[in-house]
């Protein structure tokens, strides 16, 4: 191969990974399924990048050489009438067949190896429901839950094994490893892990100055109880009205934080409010009936249609990880959940709504006013 | 051949039923396009058809790419309306544009490409036809009612039952897709029987061109896959109108039923999609490179095979379903499989290009864009295929910037393709050179820009199907590229439009063989007569045009002089073949069928039908008071519900009834003129005006972007069209005007 060729194979493979580094990419990967997935990948990669040269060229060198920019008149004389030649023919066949092999071997390798849990390791299960537009996280073994924001272990395999309350949706968080779908009626499952290492070598190069600001790794925020990081998770399978906003966020901890997470979840809520604006904040949340779906563990609040609130004050999201956790946006999302995610359950069956004109048309007792907003905000947001 | 020589006498009444079903003689005007069996008037009107949805559905990409410019955008459309879009949008350009574009072309080429009369059921094809356009405008007029579908082109069960999908858009969509299954069903027999039973003599399989090769493929292809989604549609349609459960889980249903038989179909329909603009490029590039089709029964048979594998690699689509290992592995290889008559056809396309001659009109344009995206999208394919990393890939930009390198890099080539080419044959005019040109350009570089970076974006985790998406994830600035690029296309097809526009006003006219064309449509007037070939042409060979022009070029080859696969005069000729092959001399002419209302009654009847069950009223009109007091028995209730569909599916039966019933009726048309040139003699004379066309066609070329002097020297090169083309053309509108009489 020239050696101008091989360089131009180079930048275009180089572009390729190197555009690719978003906070979901699937070419920066943090554990040992997202690398197996991307080196098979690499090596469909330069395949079809090889033949991508040669034919190319050749296409080129087609158009640039036998171009004919004269006129075609009837003494024109013609061209070398060939038809075609078995052997080339033959001999492109078994070329292609040949390549075709080096892509399958390992494909076939690896569609084994990430189907198979890893053996000889304690792997710890988590039991995931998605439903429209949220994330349900159970711990068995742990007796944990927790809803669009959950923590796995780092060097430790996990196996998630999916469920759907409703319609079909698809589990994905890409700098881990491909999605598998959630379809109801069906037990589907996948298994991930965190590579330390892998995580480690992200976060120096997070210090580098070549690294947009915050888009490539992100640490957890510093007022959050523990040291880790946050991985990006979203739904791939359109679900809905409101696909776009069903996403979650995957914390990966050290060993002695994720000890401490797993007792922090279990843990009842406490409000960081004084006892009687906690008690207040309550009666509000009570008063417009937030526990009929929701759960806040030590209180009355004993819902489970929708997400567990119980610590909800110490979510970096809300809303399924589409706004970030600041009181404005949870005001917002509290007085018009419609808007934020459209057509969601909560706005459905439990706001008074109106249609264009100001008529009422689904009536329903909920209808926060701006003081009540208030009060709610603090209250949940004091929910450590 | 003056037009004196040419009589038109309706054809004898037969019986009972001539006098209640009196068939339409060749009308003209709106009643003619409204009753028309001929297959070119068919053609047309898919083309047509098919091209206003081409606009809506390309309005709707444009808003889906204003919607996505930037990130977190809200203010332009609402969720709910951007999920009405791409559905509309994929179920659109999937159903209502590449398809009928494709089908217009079987209609109006294929016949041509075998020298036929006509399709072999030309009012089943008229039904067909008309089922495509009320089907088309069923499911679009949901709009109207503020119900367009809202659950993707795929229709994933359980979010398209009736829990999660209230209201009629599911049924629009359900319902809209079966009549055009039937559509599609209906034309694909058709042209099977066509292909199979009425090949000008001579003609074997082997010597079919391409472009005929890929209908009969494709044909093929529908029959065996239709059958799938129809199966799966219907089963929805009983879950939305009764509660059966099919794909409810709850009750025992399965979901993922739904997937596979989606795909069972949908995986072939994109073969369906793709084949034909294959066959069209395979018949372009060896015009254009003046030299054979490089191995032209491998291209033919890798296209088999595509067709053949296209149903064993369905679950390639649910890689991320969780089918187990096994399954996972088989079908990547499957998939892989096809990778390999697929570069089959692309090395000999390149092939035909080596040591050719290549003229680079507008058809070669696009056919030479073609290969370069359809190569794209195979190698994006080939790492769809690779089911390790295609849990990535899967529902991601990754594939969304591959299907559309297959399906407008390639499929919407293929066909612009076809359209510069055998417009000329359709309209007797030519397409603006320099118009085309600036219309490729636009189109080539606006298509890259658009869809190229989503490679980048589906590998950097942006998910389909999507409203907005976060400023974090940094996905902006591809996305607003993504839609710079849609803009550049929209001009495209504005120029693309203008160019139709201005052609039809005042165009180039042309000859019969403008391109120096290698098949036997070429052989026959711009556009071509009602009747098509006043003698059904004899088929020495492949490429039988060209080597009845160039004798010489048969030999050109040296390795071909003692097989000469490609022109074999003497040895092939079935003797069956000589027997009476349309002779016109005979005492009935050509007899020609006339026009008829029924398949387009039919056709309105089942689309009325369909709007009934779509709008079905399950109180049956019943107030809710009287259904207290009142017990309704089932039947009755049920009739009540699905009266407008019981109505038009009443108007449906008798339509076909009465089709069933019609007499011959039609005309015949007499040459009285017994010398007139036919045979080898026409194709000279054909040859030298194509050649004369040729050249002219090239002097236009370089003043053509100044529109007043093409148009000057247009109506030059129309005075000096030869001779024989002006009979031609004469003889052609005398006999139009005789029919209308």
Known sequence: ?384 | MSSENMRIEPAPEVGFFDKIFPRQVQPSGLIGWLTTIDHKRIGILYLVTALFWFLVGGLEAIMIRIQLHKPEYQDFVSAETYNQLFTMHGTTMIFLVIMPLAVAFFNYIMPLQIGARDVAFPRMNAFSYWMFFFGSVLINISWLFGEAPNMSWVGYSPLTNSTYTPGHSGDFWVVGLQILGVSSIVGALNFITTIVNMRAPGMTFMRMPVFTWMTLITALLVILAFPAITICLVELMFDRLFHTNFFEASAGGLPILWQHLFWVFGHPEVYILILPPMGMVSEILPVFSRKPLFGYPLIVGSGAAIGFMGFTVWTHHMFTSGMGNIATAAFALTTMAIAVPTGVKIFNWIGTLYKGQLVMSVPMLFALGFIYQFMMGGFSGLMHANAVHDLQQHDSYFVVAHFHYVLIGGALFGTFAGIYYWFPKVTGKMLSESRGKAMFWFLFIGFNLTFFPMHWLGLNGMPRRIYTYAARNDWGDLNLLCSCGAILMAIAVIIFYIDLFMTAKAGKACGPDPWDGRTVEWTIPSPPPVYNFKETPLVHSLDDFWYKKYPESAHIDEHDDEESPYYDEESSMHPSDHVDHGHHHDEHGIHMPGGSWFPLIAAFGFALGGFGIIMNDPTGGYSAEYLAEYDVPALTMLVHRFKFALVGGLIGVLGVFAWSMEPIGGYNIHFDDEDEKAGTEAVKESKKASKKAAKEAAKVEPAATEPAKEEAKSEDAEASEDKADEKEADKESDSEKKEEE
Not at chain 1, 61 to 69: D, E, N, T
Not at chain 1, 148 to 157: L, R, T, W, Y
Request: hydrophobic share 40%; with cysteine; charged share 20%.
């Open chain 1, 1 to 384: 191969m020239p050696k101008i060729l091989r360089s131009l194979l180079a930048v275009m493979a180089l572009m390729t990974v190197g555009c690719v580094d978003g906070v979901q990419s699937t070419l920066d990967p943090l554990g040992p399924v997202a690398a197996r997935q991307m080196s098979t990948f690499m090596v469909t990669l330069w395949v079809s990048l090889g033949i991508f040269a040669v034919v190319g060229s050749f296409l080129v060198y087609c158009i640039a050489k036998f171009r004919y920019s004269g006129e075609v008149t009837p003494d024109t004389p013609l061209p070398e009438q060939g038809h075609g030649s078995a052997i080339t023919e033959i001999a492109l066949i078994l070329i292609s067949v040949g390549l075709v092999g080096v892509i399958a071997l390992p494909t076939v390798q690896g569609v084994f190896w990430v189907g198979t849990e890893p053996e000889n390791e304690e792997v710890m299960v988590i039991e995931v429901t998605g439903q429209q537009w949220w994330w349900k996280f159970d711990y068995p073994d742990l007796g944990v839950t927790c809803a669009n924001e959950f923590a796995i272990p780092a060097g430790k395999p996990v196996r998630f094994n999916l469920k759907s309350a409703d319609v079909q949706h698809s589990f994905w968080i890409p700098r881990l490893g491909g999605k598998m779908d959630l379809l109801p009626g069906q037990d589907n499952w996948l298994w991930l892990e965190a590579d330390p290492a892998l995580l480690a070598a992200n976060n120096d190069q997070l210090s580098t100055a070549d690294n947009k600001e915050g888009m490539r790794f992100e640490h957890l925020p510093d007022d959050y109880p523990f040291q880790g990081y946050v991985l990006y998770g979203q739904c791939a399978e359109f679900c809905g009205d409101s696909h776009a906003f069903m996403k979650f966020r995957c914390l990966v901890l050290d060993d002695t934080n994720w000890q401490k997470w797993v007792q922090w979840q279990k843990s009842d809520a406490s409000s960081t409010l004084s006892p009687d604006e906690a008690k207040a904040g309550y009666k509000t949340f009570a008063k417009n009936k937030c526990g009929t779906c929701h759960l806040i563990r030590g209180t009355n609040a004993r819902g489970i249609v929708g997400p567990d609130l119980t610590h909800i004050g110490s979510r970096t999201s809300i809303a399924a990880g589409w706004l970030e956790n600041t009181p404005d946006n949870l005001g917002h999302w509290i007085q018009n959940p419609g808007e934020v995610k459209p057509g969601n359950i909560m706005w459905k069956t439990g706001y008074k709504r109106l249609d264009e004109n100001g008529e009422v048309v689904a009536n329903s007792q909920v209808e926060v006013d701006d003081s009540e907003k208030d009060i709610l905000v603090k209250y949940l947001s004091s929910l450590k």
